[in-house]
């Protein structure tokens, strides 16, 4: 499930742990990075990266205290429980909106999302294809068709004018993921969408602390959904939380995520939604995390714009895409290589980089959604697909294009970018980048 972040805190120490010992048996002395020559660390040259970034528990005394307090409920399930209501009141300090609901996963916030929002079959919701694919299960599940648009260049995520093209009459709405947690164009999708009379729906999963001109992520869109996974910024292991200032859709939040009932007078069940409700000790660790994420999201954005800053004259390379006003947040740093500008293949740069020291890797999940298995044989439910055996869509994934999308992840390399790493540490990758950009510059 987990192989989207697949160099792990846990693969990054153990590298980086490795390439240290090797590099204190080679040489005692190491020069600093912009004095380091230009033979590749692979050719036998000096490694552009030596210093080490110890990685910091991500939890600790303030979650032990929290749970020690839950400990003394009677009852450890969400409804009036403590900790969820702490919190949901600490996640509207993040995300300002009026109605909340914690759920068991981001790919269930999101499934509460389009159910709250009356997607059903045959709807069609605009999407990016390069994401986790929970941005589109819920999607599915309600019987409605994704359609995939392409991306930015550089910023990987939606490209306003493809999804403009992409709408129909049977489009309902837009999932605008921020990938990597660099915000979309949020004014432009907005505005596409209420010209449109569509639903617009932010994945920010990647995206926690994030900024789009000012404002939180999570709060221009009509529904927000976020994932408390382990791998993101924040986390209690598996959770998610959904969110809306929209009269209309809030009051369903509750009910889509709890067998579709409110649980307020007699046990009828008016809605039809499955169980995506979060308990009490997951609910505990996520509103002590949520105190961590401020400098969290400050520290992975500063180091990101270094990483920027310095490669961004690398000949060949085009550095990850951000609109200077915002704040992205880095849940990973991917910039792209263009591809006729250089002498070696993407898998070549990438071992060079591994040997100057610098852990990346390259890509990021293997192929677009659409070109997923289930997607080319339409087999989501059963093997079959019912909404197109009824004629509700004639969605076909196997012509389905999305040229950009399709190149990022063949042309894209991934630098990992982790809160407990020092500037001084970018800096370094950066040099190894450059280093490596420069020799095998065509
Ligand atoms: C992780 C993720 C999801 C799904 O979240 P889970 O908590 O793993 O279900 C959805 N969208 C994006 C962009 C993600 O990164």
Redesign the pocket.
């Known amino acids: 499930?987990n192989r989207?972040n697949s160099i792990s805190r846990r693969e990054f120490v153990a590298g980086t742990s490795g390439l240290l010992m090797a590099s204190s048996l080679g040489k005692a002395v190491a020069a600093p990075a912009s004095t380091s020559g230009t033979k590749l660390a692979m050719d036998g040259g000096e490694k552009a990266v030596h210093v080490q970034c110890p990685p910091t528990a991500r939890w600790g005394e303030l979650e032990r205290k929290r749970l020690e307090n839950m400990l003394g409920q009677d009852s450890l399930f969400y409804w009036q429980g403590p900790q969820t209501k702490l919190l949901l009141e600490r996640f509207r300090e993040v995300c300002p909106v009026k109605y909340v609901f914690n759920c068991s996963?981001?790919?269930?916030?999101?499934h509460i999302a389009v159910n709250a929002a009356g997607i059903g079959p045959g709807d069609e919701v605009i999407t990016s294809p390069v994401?986790?694919i929970?941005?589109v299960i819920g999607v599915l599940y309600q019987q409605a068709v994704p359609v995939f648009a392409d991306l930015g260049k550089g910023t990987h995520n939606l490209d306003v004018k493809d999804v403009e093209r992409r709408i129909t009459p049977k489009t309902k709405a837009i999932i605008a993921?921020?990938?990597t947690g660099n915000p979309c164009d949020l004014d432009a999708l907005r505005k596409l969408a209420d010209e449109h009379k569509l639903i617009l729906i932010e994945?920010c999963?990647?995206a926690w602390g994030a900024k789009y001109r000012g404002r939180p992520i999570g709060s221009i869109g009509h529904l927000a959904?976020f994932?408390?996974?382990n791998?993101?910024h924040i986390t209690c292991g598996?959770?998610?939380v959904v969110g809306t200032n929209d009269d209309r859709f809030g009051p369903l939040l509750q009910p889509c995520g709890d067998k579709g009932s409110n649980r307020e007078g007699k046990r009828t069940f008016p809605l039809f939604a499955t169980n995506y409700r979060m308990s009490e000790p997951q609910a505990a660790v996520a509103a002590v995390q949520l105190t961590r994420l401020e400098a969290i999201a400050a520290k992975r954005n500063q180091l990101g714009k270094l990483l920027t800053e310095k490669i961004a004259d690398a000949p060949g390379i085009i550095p990850h895409e951000v609109h200077p006003e915002d704040r992205a947040v880095y849940?990973f740093y991917y910039f792209r290589m263009r591809p006729e500008a250089f002498r070696c293949d993407r898998s070549k740069f990438v071992r060079a980089l591994g040997a100057e020291g610098a852990a990346v890797q390259g890509g990021y999940i293997k192929v677009p959604l659409y070109g997923e298995e289930v997607f080319q044989k339409h087999a989501f439910f059963g093997g079959r697909w019912p909404v197109k055996e009824m004629g509700l869509t004639t969605m076909d994934f196997t012509k389905h294009h999305c040229p950009n999308a399709e190149s990022m992840l063949t042309d894209g390399i991934r630098v990992p970018i982790f809160e407990y790493m020092t500037e001084e540490y970018i800096s370094q990758v950066a040099a190894a980048i450059q280093k490596v950009a420069r020799h095998y510059a065509a």
């Open positions: 499930m989207t996963s981001g790919t269930a916030a999101l994401t986790d929970g941005t993921v921020h990938l994945d999963a990647q959904c994932s408390l996974q791998s993101k598996d959770g998610g849940w």
